[in-house]
């Protein structure tokens, strides 16, 4: 078996690369949370944007470095989550002061729908209190059962309309059962 020698010196900067000097490092650290990657290394002269963001990985793993992004809190997914049904994701973002991407991946990763059904949608043109009059009286287990037509004439509703509050609209209590079951 051939054995190849090691390449370089321990603790020494190859010479077709330069090494990170002090001040250089004191220039990305004092401008790292406040400018983009760009800027930094355009302060840094004979540095790169891969050069800054790979010394950026390594004094952030250092510690002497924080995330340019900070991770969302326990009490900002709980506020996310508690707020989903009611506030759409601008509002949540502005509410916390983060970007709607935040949010928006923040509730993917965690199964968090922002979709309003219901009264909760602000298109909506038939209440739920309508919807659920529909369904009783189409489904009237007691009684007799009324026809799209009939229940049309009553609420002075076109019947076509009526079906389709019969059988495609959501309402809020179809959301809270989304959201309860598996």
């Not at 990985?57 to 900070?70: A, F, P, T, V």
């Amino acid at each position: 078996m051939f054995l190849l020698k090691p390449m370089g010196i321990p603790g020494i900067c190859p010479k077709h690369l330069r090494a990170w000097t002090q001040a250089e490092d004191a220039v990305l650290i004092e401008n790292y949370q406040s400018r983009s990657l760009a800027d930094t290394a355009a302060l840094l002269p004979l540095r790169t944007i891969s050069a800054v963001r790979n010394r950026a990985e390594q004094l952030r793993k250092r510690g002497l470095l924080d995330r340019k992004n900070k991770q969302v809190t326990p009490s900002e997914l709980l506020f996310i989550k508690k707020n989903a049904s009611r506030l759409t994701i601008e509002q949540t973002a502005k509410h916390l002061g983060r970007c709607t991407a935040t949010i928006t991946k923040t509730a993917y990763a965690h199964g968090i729908s922002f979709l309003k059904l219901g009264d909760a949608n602000p298109l909506t043109k038939h209440s739920d209190q309508t919807v659920k009059l529909v369904r009783d009286l189409h489904d009237d287990e007691q009684g007799r059962k009324l026809t799209f037509k009939e229940i049309a004439e009553k609420l002075e509703i076109p019947p076509g309309t009526i079906a389709r509050l019969q059988n495609y609209r959501y309402t809020q209590e179809d959301r809270m059962a989304r959201v309860l079951l598996p």
